[in-house]
């Protein structure tokens, strides 16, 4: 096997140029860590070690949702916080320490090789063509070229869906000295205020390195200035002062002005919808579907959709359109829960233009009485972080004793007091 990067891939723990927004906060949700722990045997003890912070999301995570703090609880679930260039470097020792695998770094793909309907390999800017049984399109949301050498090989391209949604946010990292905890004793706080009117948001992740993460920002041009006076306001202003107590007592350790990422907008390409599939070609990740990444669920599901793709060639046995076709339909099954939740948020802010699910109006009425519920009830908590970190589907909120149990709940909530 032979990975392309045209990164040139540092020797420690470092942020990479081709991934912009890597070094802003980012969450491996429970699923994805333990996809990846399948996949990779003793990696989440190998994080630990190496300084990522365990957490109990139900209990050490402070999450302020629709005007109140949820509620918290042991769930005996086990989340590890840390950066993504310390993820991406300790996944990347362990790939390149296969025996069947070449990392190639500094080239880049510029087009694909092949016959009507197949693909047999790639062309790399040098001139250099590469053979290949399966090209896996791992190269985010570039999808229009991939499109375009598709179509030269006979191939339709996938219909695609954009959701609007002006996503900005600003990061600064702060020290954190051995033991420290934010005020109510978190290691980690979310924080999305109350739409359609507040569109702010803001992380704080407890990461290695004896570090604080913080990135505020928001939708619809509610983003974070990035220079220290307007973050530190930014972060006082917000509805609870956990954040901006942390900024006010923490020594800064990234000098001048904050980073800065905007995401103007979602994006999906239904391949599984496609009338045929080309043979030797998959796309995965962001080049088949980018979410708001304010949700953090990018790098899970696209561990998930990895995964699917490999027992559908344990399966086939082979890269035929059978084997394509049989692994978007399964990724299909596990992009669905992530976009519904992604976009159903999004919508809850008229300024969001896209096509709206059918009866996104009515769940998105729903939803909310389940998160005033999670202010006071320990069941519905549970069963949103179980959707949150897609360890449940949608369908948890339907159950007739969710809905009563959530809905008499909401009443209860210091928010409708």
Not at 286 to 295: G, H, K, Q, T, V
């Amino acid at each position: 096997m032979t990975v392309i990067d045209r990164d040139a891939f540092p020797q420690d723990v470092q942020d990479r140029r081709g991934v912009p927004q890597g070094g802003h906060a980012h969450a491996l949700l429970i699923s994805g860590r333990m996809t990846l722990e399948e996949l990779f045997p003793g990696l989440t003890h190998e994080l630990i070690a190496g300084g990522a912070v365990p957490f109990d999301p139900g209990s050490d995570l402070l999450f302020h949702q629709m005007g109140a703090h949820r509620t918290r609880f042991s769930s005996g679930k086990l989340g590890i916080s840390l950066t993504r260039a310390f993820l991406e470097h300790t996944v990347r020792s362990r790939v390149a320490a296969l025996p069947n695998v070449e990392i190639r770094q500094r080239l880049s793909v510029c087009g694909l090789t092949g016959v009507t309907g197949r693909v047999t390999g790639v062309e790399l800017d040098g001139g250099e063509s590469l053979a290949a049984d399966l090209v896996v399109d791992a190269t985010g949301r570039s999808g229009g070229r991939t499109d375009r050498w598709l179509e030269q090989l006979g191939c339709p391209a996938p219909e695609v869906t954009t959701v609007k949604i002006d996503v900005g946010y600003s990061t600064r990292l702060l020290r954190r000295p051995p033991g420290d905890r934010l005020r109510d004793g978190g290691l980690l706080y979310l924080m999305a205020t109350v739409p359609p009117h507040d569109k702010r948001a803001a992380a704080v992740f407890a990461v290695e390195g004896g570090r604080w993460m913080v990135t505020l920002g928001g939708w619809h041009r509610a983003h974070a200035p990035v220079d220290p006076k307007g973050f530190a306001e930014f972060a006082a202003a917000l509805p609870a002062p956990h954040i901006g107590e942390l900024l006010e007592r923490s020594e800064v350790v990234d000098d001048g002005e904050a980073r800065r990422f905007t995401y103007p907008q979602a994006r999906r390409r239904y391949f599984e919808k496609l009338p045929k599939y080309p043979s030797g070609y998959a796309a995965l990740g962001d080049a088949i579907c980018s979410f708001n990444p304010l949700y953090g669920q990018g790098m899970t599901v696209g561990t998930l959709e990895a995964v699917e793709l490999g027992r559908c060639l344990d399966r086939f046995g082979n890269t035929s359109p059978a084997m394509v076709g049989a692994y978007y339909q399964r990724a299909a099954r596990v992009i669905a829960t992530p976009w519904q939740m992604a976009t159903g948020g999004d919508f809850m802010y008229p300024e969001t233009v896209g096509p709206r699910p059918p009866g996104s109006a009515l769940l998105n009425r729903y939803v909310r009485q389940v998160m005033l519920a999670t202010h006071v009830s320990v069941p519905a908590h549970r069963v949103m972080l179980d959707m949150q970190h897609l360890l449940a589907r949608p369908s948890a909120l339907m159950r007739p004793g969710t809905i009563v149990r959530s809905l008499l709940a909401a009443r209860r909530s210091p928010a409708c007091r």
